[in-house]
T-cell receptor
């Protein structure tokens, strides 16, 4: 089954404790992206990747890192999480200019 | 850079009536315009998309129209049903780097 898998689905952690949210897709898509979604603010792009070893900043990259060492994986790293990064995060993948497939989301709470 | 504006932010319609959501974009080079539906607590899912070589596309009760000259595209839902209640997002691509630029979303409420 074609899918985008995010882990964990829920995480409560504390300020400053490094965390990684994994994202994996099994459709051989070139394009992968991370979004955060806050109430009333819609989807805001954090980082995206057009292919292996090619990543670029989206609209709200501060405080986040990503890597794309393999085509299927695109982890989101919060080196020193802060409470303002409490949000719902979505990973998505697609072929270029084709519909994006979203993961089920990761709800992060930073205390 | 590219900007996508979406209106209205909230739309309340009577069950059975039609709903229309409009988006405008700024980059005349944009050529791909998807619409996504997001139900509460779930992921966004594509409901329909259109490319710039087509003026209209229809799928059962859902249609999208594109006016390239005016740089706007609209989602039309006819005979609305309770399950149409959700947040709807439009988006437009940036042809230069294939990034999707998203509208802010429209909360559609279907009144029984």
């Amino acid at each position: 089954e074609a899918q985008v898998t995010q882990n964990p689905r829920y995480l409560i952690t504390v300020t400053g404790k490094k965390l990684t949210v994994t994202c994996s897709q099994n459709m051989n898509h070139e394009y992968m992206s991370w979004y955060r979604q806050d109430p009333g603010l819609g989807l805001r792009q954090i980082y995206y990747s057009m292919n292996v070893e090619v990543t670029d900043k989206g609209d709200v990259p501060e405080g986040y890192k990503v890597s794309r060492k393999e085509k299927r994986n695109f982890p989101l790293i919060l080196e020193s999480p802060s409470p303002n990064q409490t949000s719902l995060y979505f990973c998505a993948s697609s072929w270029v200019n084709q519909p994006q497939h979203f993961g089920d989301g990761t709800r992060l709470s930073i205390l | 850079g590219e900007n996508v504006e979406q209106h209205p932010s909230t739309l309340s319609v009577q069950e059975g009536d039609s709903a229309v959501i409009k988006c405008t974009y700024s980059d005349s080079a944009s050529n791909y315009f998807p619409w996504y539906k997001q139900e509460l607590g779930k992921r966004p899912q594509l409901i329909i998309d259109i490319r710039s070589n087509v003026g209209e596309k229809k799928d059962q009760r859902i249609a999208v129209t594109l006016n390239k000259t005016a740089k706007h595209f609209s989602l039309h839902i006819t005979e609305t049903q309770p399950e149409d209640s959700a947040v709807y997002f439009c988006a437009a691509n940036m042809d230069s780097n294939y990034q999707l630029i998203w509208g802010a979303g429209t909360k559609l409420i279907i009144k029984p």
